[in-house]
């Protein structure tokens, strides 16, 4: 009987298993097969030229820069408040500490919240405060949706981090600053692999971003300003009755997806190699 239930499920495994790699290959055939024709050094070295919507020259620079300004802004927000909080819960407070366990169960929460809710939150505040779509709206509201990310995954490395390596550094008449120093060390590929995996989530979110930090045809020089961002550039062109502009959101695609192939590779990377050099 119990060979048979092993049977069963590994047979599940293997069917599940097939139906998603079905699945991604579905979508990554069907971006390249579209996108492929479309995808020229213009598209990825100028912004959108006169006519651009309607099928003429131009390109997608406005969006690949304003992604990447976003989504940095956006990592630094939740690195300024995910590390503290990480250090703090894990290394001052006990294990059965209440707070602790109320701060990761909050963070649970906000975990599982879909992005068109804290675009939704934050386009209902600034209404209230009257301010404008603009990028430094875009990178709050993207890094709320980041934040949780990798405030749970420093915690879940912080939590394999021996005791010991918390009270020697203690022990040797270091200073706690001197002991979170050594901590932040331990905690570096976990940091590396969060940051690259947050940015992945981040830069290809649509909902965060569409009333809440704009559109543009031009680069931001300015926080204040709107700015454009790939996922918002794929559904605007998409939209278009135009097959030339719809190819082209395609090519759009296709950009966003290896620039998500780069960062899983990188965070891969360079988890393993600071992996080596950990105490």
């Known amino acids: 009987m119990k060979l048979l239930e092993e049977k069963i499920f590994k047979a599940l495994m293997l069917i599940s298993a097939f139906v998603i790699i079905a699945v991604i290959g579905y979508i990554l055939f069907t971006i390249v097969s579209k996108g492929i024709g479309s995808l020229t050094w213009d598209m990825i070295s100028k912004g959108p030229g006169g006519g651009f919507y309607l099928g003429k020259e131009g390109g ?20 300024f408040l995910s590390i503290p909080v990480t250090m703090y819960i894990n290394f001052y407070l006990t294990k059965t500490s209440f ?6 169960f909050s963070f649970d929460i906000l975990f599982g919240i879909p992005s068109i809710v804290y675009g939704a939150f934050g386009f209902a505040v600034m209404i209230y405060f009257g301010l404008k779509a603009s990028l430094f709206g875009g990178i709050v509201v993207v890094g709320m949706l980041i934040t949780p990310i990798i405030m749970r995954s420093l915690d879940e490395v912080a939590r394999f981090i021996p005791r010991d390596l918390i009270e020697a550094p203690l022990s040797l008449g270091a200073t706690k600053y001197e002991m979170i120093k ?13 940051v690259l995996l947050a940015i992945g989530r981040g830069i290809g979110d649509a909902a965060t971003v569409l009333f809440t930090a704009g559109y543009t045809d031009n680069i931001p020089t300015s926080l204040s300003h709107p ?3 790939l996922p918002l550039a794929i559904f605007f062109q998409l939209g278009s009755p135009i097959e030339e502009v719809q190819n082209r959101a395609y090519a759009s695609a296709l950009i966003l997806t290896i620039i998500i192939l780069i960062l899983s590779l990188s965070a891969r990377y360079f988890s393993r190699k600071l992996s080596k050099n950990k105490v």
């Open 182 to 194: 050594i901590l932040l060390r331990q905690l570096m590929p976990g940091i590396t692999t969060a």
């Open 99 to 104: 707070f602790a366990k109320t701060v990761r």
């Open 60 to 79: 997608v620079l406005n969006a690949i820069v304003g992604s990447f300004y976003l989504v940095i802004g956006a990592v630094v927000i939740a690195l």
């Open 227 to 229: 700015t454009a961002t």
